[in-house]
């Protein structure tokens, strides 16, 4: 199994909704990550969980909150979003630290979010 | 921290044509570079990395060479297809920071 899965593939979700995004993977991954995504535009950092703690927060916003139940899922939880919020949230994996060590990324298909 | 420039696309190109696909980056350390392309509505899928000055990385025709001397990683292709139509982003990572630059669309007509 060498997928990153995200559900659900598409949310509506008004401003004073409380929501989450899930996603899981099964091989083995020890560093997991958020990322979101406008359109044409490149996927920004959000968070990085590394050995089921958070190692990295680009200073995102406190209405979005991640979580790491355990080393196979990392889920976002979202309350009282605003429009500008709405795009493609995509997680991703890797093997364990990345960097000088050439570990890739792979990523899900994303969940496309739309907040009104 | 790291940036990354991308020649701004998009690029149209016949079947067949020579492709390039510039990119430049400042980093801290020597960072790892990959190549990771977006196909439309996907997540994105590694196309191709390198890990060292002078490595050269290559994948399904595609290929870039890291040139630590003028911090480049050019991805090149000798003949394209329709199918490689997408957008290609360029990605130099160190210490779990994997920044993307702007994204390259590439449109290849028959």
């Known amino acids: 199994d060498t997928e990153v899965t995200q559900t659900p593939k598409h949310l509506v979700m008004g401003m004073t909704n409380k929501k989450s995004l899930k996603c899981e993977q099964h091989m083995g991954h020890r560093a997991m990550y958020w990322y979101k995504q406008k359109a044409k535009k490149p996927p920004e950092l959000m968070f990085v969980?590394?050995?089921?703690?958070?190692?990295i927060n680009e200073s995102v916003p406190s209405r979005f909150s991640p979580e790491c139940p355990n080393s196979s899922l990392l889920n976002l939880h979202l309350h009282a979003l605003q429009p500008e919020d709405s795009a493609l949230y995509l997680c991703?994996?890797?093997?364990?630290?990345?960097?000088?060590?050439?570990?890739?990324?792979?990523f899900g298909s994303g969940t496309q979010l739309s907040v009104l | 921290g790291n940036s990354v420039t991308q020649m701004e696309g998009p690029v149209t190109l016949s079947e067949e044509a020579f492709l390039t696909i510039n990119c430049t980056y400042t980093?801290?350390?020597?960072?790892?570079l990959f190549w990771y392309v977006q196909y439309p509505g996907e997540g994105l899928q590694l196309l191709l990395k390198?890990?060292?000055?002078?490595d050269k990385g290559s994948n399904k025709g595609f290929e870039a060479t890291y040139r630590k001397e003028t911090t480049s990683f050019h991805l090149e292709k000798g003949s394209v297809q329709v199918s490689d139509s997408a957008v290609y982003f360029c990605?130099?990572?160190?210490?779990?920071?994997?920044?993307f630059g702007s994204g390259t669309k590439l449109n290849v007509k028959p």
């Open positions: 390198a890990t060292k000055a002078d």
């Open positions: 990605a130099p990572v160190n210490f779990n920071k994997f920044y």
């Open positions: 969980y590394s050995y089921e703690k958070l190692s």
């Open positions: 980093a801290t350390g020597y960072p790892s």
């Open positions: 991703a994996s890797s093997q364990g630290e990345t960097g000088g060590f050439g570990e890739k990324l792979f």
